[in-house]
T-cell receptor, first 116, second 114 residues
Framework: DTAVSQTPKYLVTQMGNDKSIKCEQN?????MYWYKQDSKKFLKIMFS???????INETVPNRFSPKSPDKAHLNLHINSLELGDSAVYFC???????????????FGQGTRLTVV | AQSVTQLGSHVSVSEGALVLLRCNYS??????LFWYVQYPNQGLQLLLK??????LVKGINGFEAEFKKSETSFHLTKPSAHMSDAAEYFC????????????FGKGTMLLVSP
């Protein structure tokens, strides 16, 4: 069973289009994230949601809008796509237990977005 | 603010040789430290983590890392490299503030030659 799954794995689209990436985790975790990996492989946090509420928004353009319908899902919608949005987007999840602390982050396989 | 520095964007070793990937961190609070591995076109897989228990941490695939507070380091080692170890390795730090976002280093590509 896949713990954190993202769809689609590959996404090629034209500039100006709107697209969505979906993420689901079956680990029962309460916190989900979106990370962006650029062409130089550098990974940076974009958003963090805890129990469906936005916790962290790291100066991401407002063309990016995360949506969390429930704590197992965190989708990423991107409006008016630009060439610079081309990257690999990773979803991840963690959980904070009262006695165990926070688990390590479990990552999805990534979505390679190419804007042409 | 936290940060991670990985020395060397590429490290080349021969099969059977010692692997040493360097990571130094900066954190104003006791850090949680992680090493992740990324194989081509794959997601990130946790190799090992330090969460203030034992300073020598053993992970999967024969890797281990030692937390040295005095040196603010968390270097990754493996006694004998295998061809299958060729991948990108990321060191990351978290402050476990409750929402535990990871700050990553820029990654080190490990190349293993026969």
């Amino acid at each position: 069973d896949t713990a954190v799954s993202q769809t689609p794995k590959y996404l090629v689209t034209q500039m100006g289009n709107d697209k969505s990436i979906k993420c689901e985790q079956n680990l029962g975790h309460d916190t989900m994230y979106w990370y962006k990996q650029d062409s130089k492989k550098f990974l940076k946090i974009m958003f963090s949601y805890n129990n469906k509420e936005l916790i962290i928004n790291e100066t991401v353009p407002n063309r990016f809008s995360p949506k969390s319908p429930d704590k197992a899902h965190l989708n990423l919608h991107i409006n008016s796509l630009e060439l610079g949005d081309s990257a690999v987007y990773f979803c991840a999840s963690t959980h904070r237990g009262r006695s165990t602390g926070t688990t390590e982050a479990f990552f999805g396989q990534g979505t390679r977005l190419t804007v042409v | 603010a936290q940060s991670v520095t990985q020395l060397g964007s590429h490290v080349s070793v021969s099969e059977g040789a010692l692997v040493l990937l360097r990571c130094n961190y900066s954190s104003s609070v006791p850090p949680y430290l992680f090493w992740y591995v990324q194989y081509p076109n794959q997601g990130l897989q946790l190799l090992l983590k330090y969460t203030s228990a034992a300073t020598l941490v053993k992970g999967i695939n024969g890797f281990e890392a030692e937390f040295k507070k005095s040196e603010t380091s968390f270097h990754l080692t493996k006694p004998s490299a295998h061809m299958s170890d060729a991948a990108e390795y990321f060191c990351a730090v978290s402050d476990d503030s409750g929402y535990s976002t990871l700050t990553f280093g820029k990654g080190t590509m490990l190349l293993v030659s026969p």
